[in-house]
Structure formats: structure tokens, C-alpha cells
């Protein structure tokens, strides 16, 4: 079945370190999105990729890197920088970057947490 | 004012209820409109997608568009205990590079 794939399911992350969290995606869908979900805020889009080896930073980028090497991977990389990093965290694709044209499909989230 | 707004609920309705889920928003540019429905520790996933103002229907689902007034809404009719979960709205321009504004989300909970 095509879909998109998160994980790990859920991560922790000590003092100063870096944690990368996958997502992968067998749609064939150009366009993938990283969301930050917390509890009475929504979502907010963190980095978005339009097409390979090309992305671009959302509403909150700041302490949070990605790569897009692959049209099937989009990581994310939480850095020791995002001094708040819990959070449940999504991935998205869609067909192409086109707002609403494209409706996105989700994963089932990473929910990161601080030890 | 913020760009979407979404009643915070939570809601809490018997088995059988009609239930009405609204959003409210500001920029009159959105063109494209979505409800997102999100199980407890999952993703969200697309319930219900019109483009401009009108009614849309998918079996005991309903989405309404009302741009004159810049107000959505999400009816669900014989609620069952299974409609249980968190709903989003979210709208977009029609421009290319537009980006998804979501609502907060309101959880919804069906007694049987």
C-alpha cells in the first residue's frame, strides 16, 4: 500500500544532542513537509521540500535542519539549537507544492520528548 | 485577528447527534478548503476538500462554504462512537506557492 512511513514512533532526546527522524514516502509525490503539532496550537510547518535537493524553511525552522536527497526521504534533524523540542511531529506529501491544489497526506507522526 | 480561527471545544455529543464543526478566517484570498480528521496518536488524514464556496457531501459527511461570510463548517449526521477524534481545518490560496493555514483543532467525543 503506498503511504508514508515515520519513525521512530517515539524518541528521546538528552541535553545537547541531535536526533534525526525519518520519513519516507512511496506516492511518488514530489513535494514533502515537516509540521510541529502541539497541544492547543495546530500545526506549523517547520521545512518543506518543493522537489529533490531542494527545500525551504517554514513558520519555525529555527533549531531544526533537513535534507532532501532522495525523492522518497525528507529527514528531520531536531539540533541541540531548538531549546523546546517536544512535540508530536508530522510529515506530509503531496503531487507537487501547489497550497491547496494538492491536498497533502500525513504520516503517523514521531512523538519526541526530553529525557 | 488570527487567520483561522476553530472553536476549541472539546464537544461531547450522544451517539445519533447531528454535529456542527466551524471555522472562521480572515484572508479572503483562501480559495481551497479541507477537513482533516486525527485519531488519538496518529496523523491527520483528509476527510473532506472543496474549492470556493458551496456544499460538498460524502456519505454522512457535509462540508460548507459560506466566502461572503469567511466561514466553513463540518456537519456530521448520525454521529457514531467511531467519529471520535480531533478535527482540523485548513485552507490555502490558489497561487502556486501557497502553504496550508491550519485551525487548532477541536476533539470530539461521541457517548454511546
Known amino acids: 500500500d503506498g503511504g508514508i512511513t515515520q519513525s521512530p514512533k517515539y524518541l528521546f532526546r538528552k541535553e545537547g544532542q541531535n536526533v534525526t527522524l525519518s520519513c519516507e514516502q512511496n506516492l511518488n509525490h514530489d513535494a514533502m513537509y515537516w509540521y510541529r503539532q502541539d497541544p492547543g496550537q495546530g500545526l506549523r510547518l517547520i521545512y518543506y521540500?518543493?522537489?529533490?535537493?531542494?527545500?525551504q524553511k517554514g513558520d519555525i525552522a529555527e533549531g531544526y535542519s533537513v535534507s532532501r536527497e532522495k525523492k522518497e526521504s525528507f529527514p528531520l534533524t531536531v539540533t541541540s539549537a531548538q531549546k523546546n523540542p517536544t512535540a508530536f511531529y508530522l510529515c506530509a506529501s503531496s503531487t507537487r507544492f501547489s497550497g491547496g491544489n494538492q491536498p497533502q497526506h500525513f504520516g503517523d507522526g514521531t512523538r519526541l520528548s526530553i529525557l | 485577528q488570527k487567520e483561522v480561527e476553530q472553536d476549541p471545544g472539546p464537544l461531547s455529543v450522544p451517539e445519533g447527534a447531528i454535529v456542527s464543526l466551524n471555522c472562521t478566517y480572515s484572508n479572503s484570498a483562501f480559495q481551497y478548503f479541507m477537513w482533516y480528521r486525527q485519531y488519538s496518536r496518529k496523523g491527520p488524514e483528509l476527510l473532506m476538500y472543496?474549492?470556493?464556496?458551496g456544499n460538498k457531501e460524502d456519505g454522512r459527511f457535509t462540508a460548507q462554504v459560506d466566502k461572503s461570510s469567511k466561514y466553513i463548517s463540518l456537519f456530521i449526521r448520525d454521529s457514531q462512537p467511531s467519529d471520535s477524534a480531533t478535527y482540523l481545518c485548513?485552507?490555502?490560496?490558489?497561487?502556486?506557492?501557497?502553504?496550508?493555514?491550519f485551525g487548532k483543532g477541536i476533539t470530539l467525543s461521541v457517548r454511546p
Open positions: 485548513a485552507m490555502s490560496e490558489m497561487r502556486a506557492n501557497s502553504k496550508l493555514t
Open positions: 472543496t474549492y470556493s464556496s
Open positions: 521540500s518543493q522537489i529533490v535537493n531542494d527545500f
